[in-house]
């Protein structure tokens, strides 16, 4: 069993930054790869970014190419989305993600464990 706490969102104004991090803990963390999905009102979960253990990183080549950067803290189990010039389209509740092995370029029904969500708004 793999839980995964996220932190770090909030309110921010377009333009800011935030960085969002999420504690992995469990049997055999270490063979997952972590990721980050958004959820907007209305809108199905949306794909950002994974990263493995070892460092390869995939991103979803969209809205948030060049403005969101995954990374991750191997001795601490924890990763992080940096996230910056932030829009008000951002606005969603993000989601940490966990998928036994393999990064890539994942469907929400991909999955093994999520988190319980983070709201990050961003106001014009």
């Known amino acids: 069993q793999v839980q995964l706490v996220e932190s770090g969102g909030g309110l921010v104004q377009a333009g800011d930054s935030l960085r969002l991090s999420c504690a992995a803990s469990g049997r055999g963390i270490n063979s997952y790869a972590m990721g980050w999905f958004r959820q907007a009102p209305g809108k199905e979960r949306e794909f950002l970014a994974a990263?493995?253990?070892?460092?390869?990183?995939?991103y979803n080549g969209g809205s948030v190419k060049g403005r969101f950067t995954i990374s991750r803290d191997s001795a601490k189990n924890t990763v992080f989305l940096q996230m910056s010039s932030l829009k008000p389209e951002d606005t969603a509740v993000f989601y940490c993600?966990?998928?036994?092995?393999?990064?890539?370029?994942?469907?929400?029904?991909?999955?093994?464990?999520w988190g319980q969500g983070t709201q990050v708004t961003v106001s014009y």
């Open positions: 990263v493995t253990w070892s460092g390869l990183t995939t």
């Open positions: 993600a966990a998928k036994f092995r393999s990064a890539g370029i994942w469907k929400s029904g991909d999955i093994d464990y």
